[in-house]
């Protein structure tokens, strides 16, 4: 008999997310640990299994669990590995595959946030049915997964769709965490958007609600809370990350001419603050035999559950042996 | 039993190329004739088929053709169609696909050139046991052809894979023929090379061989036998014009993560002199994660064999029923 449910865990840097989840995408028990704890691997690998399985008990689920799915960082879905890169309290390479199927004895699949979101959403929210599309996660950085014709494309090394580090101002870009400069992630991030409100305070002079806060501290919620009151340098400083967005999503266009783009995170509760320039530097840019063809959809799982939805969604492909 | 050959049709705005391919990519038979000579389409495929019919009786191929593939522009894999915005003599949209299957009673599969050139090395040349590669075509335009686990990337509507038209100068780029502007086209293409030639000699005052040249009659070739030469102006054209084409691949290993690029057409008969800046130019901009894993490789089609090949590997492809 199939088994009714999947294991999503959500690694991060800090924390560990984690759920049982079933077929219609219902997150029937989850919590969480502290990566962080452990200086150790294997003793989070065992904190993980010990409070992974009191759900299972709790949930009766011990033996009906299809596979484990994990979103981490850098996390190679060929090899099962973390690779190098990453702020891990760890070593790097990682087996984390291998770590978590030999404790649990259940099949394990791992990929890269991103990853885990686009299958997601293709699995349980906004993608579902589109054989083509792109997902952009706008949150401390930009992360994209790629679909195309219903797979998800990893590339020859595991490692496809980093479009938050495709080049958006070749010449005196903004240096990002990868080492280069220009970066969509310098300009289109959580961060980026921060970044932009200091450069616009300090080049420009006109009044804004952003210059009653400590320049250093501005995050691109407060930017958000000046635009809301009518702020007009801060509604500006979304119209030019919508812009760089949209122009940037305009070539991804003639890449993959996906069906759609999912966006997903933080920066899009701002609403159409950040969406309408978006969509008017998409409409602008893009080629011509392109044009109206593809839609801008904001993902439809909720913020709080969604990295361990979509990190569950990659448990229903592993093998069952 | 199944059938040895496939014939391979390259259908240009002047002229169409065609011939008969057996399984190794040896072209067994190859011929031609003018597409623009026919006012009526229905004509043009009469004598399409006259002339192939010719050649399957000279050759004993009759009822041994696997499939026909065709390389034509704007050709929807998909659909069957050529969509509008091409040079050719007929009104647009064509079901090109269907009106050569029914003259001819073998299926027809058609996409655009690049993608025909990109199955062709997939099926007979440099790409051989590639499961992710690019091509990239660079003739009088730029073209490309995307390979994603094996598969050619359509896209949702059978258009994916324009990457001649990634906007590569963000500002002040020049026109393109697509309407837009700063294309990776309007550089790197025989003709971006051509009117790089115009613009250095226009804004720069140093000597050069091309100065002996009527500035509006300059070709790529020209600023080839230029550098050959020695001429420093022409060299400095190569390394801006691979300098672009390789900062725009590192952008696109960042969507595909491909094991190689693959590279066709007039300008890489210019060897180092175009080949050295790409290499730099991608090494140089290269996300770190993908560092030192993608090659460089040149087509391994004889150019007068490529477009005809390309075409008839498709043919490969078509079910037979």
């Known amino acids: 008999m199939s088994k009714p449910y999947v294991i999503g865990i959500d690694m991060g840097g800090t924390n560990?997310?984690?759920?049982?989840?079933?077929?219609r995408g219902t997150?029937?028990?989850s919590s969480s640990i502290k990566t962080a704890k452990h200086s150790d691997i294997n003793d989070y690998i065992d904190e993980l299994f010990v409070e992974a399985n009191r759900l299972m008990v709790a949930n009766d689920a011990v033996d009906k669990i299809h596979g484990i799915g994990v979103g981490a960082p850098n996390a190679?879905?060929?090899t099962g590995i973390i690779e190098e890169g990453v702020n891990l309290p760890w070593p790097t390479p990682i087996p984390l595959a291998d770590l978590l199927s030999a404790k649990f004895g259940i099949p394990v699949a791992i990929t890269n946030d991103a990853n885990a979101a686009a299958i997601g959403e293709m699995t349980y929210g906004a993608a579902r049915g589109l054989k083509d599309f792109i997902m952009i996660t706008l949150g401390t950085g930009v992360g994209s997964g790629i679909v195309i014709n219903g797979q998800m494309v990893y590339g020859h090394d595991g490692f496809a769709g980093?479009?938050?580090h495709v080049i958006v101002k070749r010449n005196n870009?903004?240096?990002c965490g990868c080492g280069r400069t220009g970066c969509l992630e310098a300009y289109c991030s959580a961060t980026g958007v921060a970044r932009t409100a200091r450069e616009f305070l300090e080049i420009r002079s006109d009044d804004s609600l952003l210059r009653n806060l400590e320049v250093d501290t501005i995050t691109s919620k407060?930017?958000?809370d000046a635009a809301v009151q009518?702020?007009?340098l801060a509604k500006e400083i979304f119209e030019y990350t919508g812009k760089i967005l949209g122009e940037a999503l305009a070539d991804f266009v003639a890449f993959s001419s996906p069906e759609a783009f999912i966006l997903f995170g933080g920066l899009t509760k701002s609403g159409d603050l950040i969406m309408k320039p978006v969509k008017n530097a998409l409409d602008k840019n893009i080629l011509p035999i392109y044009r109206g063809k593809v839609k801008l959809l904001l993902s439809e799982l909720k913020e709080s559950d969604a990295a361990v939805?979509?990190?569950s969604a990659l448990g229903w492909e592993v093998k069952n042996i």
Do not use: C, P, Q, S
């Open 76 to 78: 190679n879905y060929f």
């Open 230 to 232: 009518g702020d007009k």
């Open 222 to 224: 407060d930017v958000y």
């Open 27 to 29: 997150v029937i028990a």
């Open 16 to 23: 560990t997310a984690f759920g049982i989840v079933d077929a």
């Open 162 to 164: 980093e479009l938050g």
């Open 173 to 175: 870009g903004r240096i």
């Open 309 to 311: 939805l979509g990190a």
